[in-house]
């Protein structure tokens, strides 16, 4: 359109058609105008149809060749995945895995393939062995951050490697028929669906009992946490010996319940091992290597320092350890069990006689008020 402004809209040659009035000018059209925009609309539907028809010669053309087709560009993804395989197997050192018929499964200076490249330091390497019937599940122990998930993680990946036909981040590996990989790792909820994250841990683990097969590998990664100690305890006690007997899946059973450490005593088949690490003072160096037997204790408290938590509660939490520690041996050495299912977290009150003794003043006492006292202590004593 042409526009002109309201003051001039009488000089207009009569040939232009008013096509819209607005508050201060009109717009107009010629026949040359109308005949143009004809011409852009006509070509872009030209334009369309022209496409559509060499896009339908082209697919007449290439259907007769589908299958040739097909079978070629599967052939070059696999390439592709092929020479990416081989690249990174080159550039990362990884050595070819036998998969072998007989069960079982033997990992030496195993890596995990991800955390090996991110770490500013060399990466510790582990052996890992699993056969039918004398070490079929693992039970993990050892510290926070001493290395439990990435070893338990780095398997499952090495198995997985080997069984799509990679290289493995390991100097040798043997595996044998591995039908399933079940994980129970981490911590989450499921709000969306009402799930608290104690209820989606036994969903998994309940689909772990029901599906495992002796040729299933198994990662269950510090399971009955979100419960009470004795119910954690119970459940995951019961977890780990339906796995190792009836399930009779090769297992790493990594958990804080050093309770579970005795499973080897009561069930064959099942092997402690744990993450070393050496204590400093109130620090801790985590040397990540797996030993043989169960860990000698959890050092929680200094992961806790490491973390960042103020040494006071650190100090707090020492001394509350040291009597739980007590009460525990105590109740140990005298064969009472607790009555509560949770350890206390308050002292036992001290017996009345403890408590009357503690009240005396010595040196106040008359020689005939020591005796009497001494009557009435022996008397409580004895009641």
């Not at 026949?31 to 339908?56: C, G, I, S, T």
């Not at 099942?270 to 043989?292: K, P, S, W």
């Not at 525990?328 to 350890?343: C, F, I, N, W, Y």
Request: hydrophobic residues 45%; contains cysteine.
């Amino acid at each position: 359109y042409i526009e002109v402004s309201r003051a001039q809209s009488q000089a207009v040659p009569a040939d232009y058609l008013r096509r819209q009035t607005l508050k201060g000018a009109e717009r107009y059209i010629i026949p040359e105008l109308q005949e143009f925009e004809h011409k852009v609309l006509r070509a872009q539907e030209q334009a369309l149809a022209r496409e559509k028809a060499l896009y339908d010669a082209l697919l007449d053309q290439l259907i007769v060749r589908l299958s040739a087709l097909q079978a070629s560009a599967a052939a070059l993804a696999e390439l592709d995945v092929l020479a990416n395989l081989a690249e990174r197997a080159a550039a990362l050192c990884w050595n070819p895995p036998e998969l072998v018929e007989r069960p079982g499964i033997e990992i030496v200076a195993g890596r995990h393939p991800v955390v090996e490249q991110v770490l500013d330091e060399p990466f510790v390497p582990n052996d890992l062995k699993l056969e039918p019937d004398r070490r079929r599940m693992l039970i993990v122990t050892g510290p926070n951050l001493g290395g439990k998930s990435t070893y338990m993680r780095q398997t499952a990946l090495i198995v997985l490697l080997a069984h799509l036909g990679s290289f493995v981040p390991a100097e040798r590996a043997v595996i044998g028929p591995i039908d399933r990989i079940f994980t129970r790792i981490g911590a989450s909820d499921d709000l969306a669906s009402g799930r608290s994250t104690f209820m989606v841990e036994m969903s998994e683990a309940a689909n772990i009992l029901h599906n495992a097969t002796p040729h299933s590998l198994v990662l269950i990664d510090e399971i009955g946490r979100g419960t009470s100690t004795f119910d954690g305890l119970a459940l995951a006690w019961a977890c780990a010996a339906h796995l190792a007997g009836t399930a009779r899946a090769f297992t790493l059973f990594a958990t804080h319940y050093f309770e579970l450490t005795r499973l080897p005593e009561a069930q064959s088949g099942i092997v402690n091992v744990h993450l070393d690490a050496v204590e400093h003072g109130d620090t801790i160096a985590f040397l990540h290597r797996v030993q043989d037997g169960p860990a000698s204790r959890s050092y929680g408290l200094q992961v806790a320092a490491l973390a960042g938590v103020p040494p006071v509660v650190i100090r707090q939490a020492r001394q509350r350890l040291r009597l739980l520690e007590r009460q525990m041996l105590r109740r140990e050495l005298t064969g009472r069990s607790a009555a509560s299912p949770q350890l206390s977290l308050f002292g036992e009150a001290a017996h009345p006689a403890v408590a009357a003794l503690a009240e005396l003043d010595l040196d106040t006492l008359a020689p005939e008020q020591a005796l009497a006292e001494l009557r009435r202590l022996k008397a409580l004593a004895g009641s």
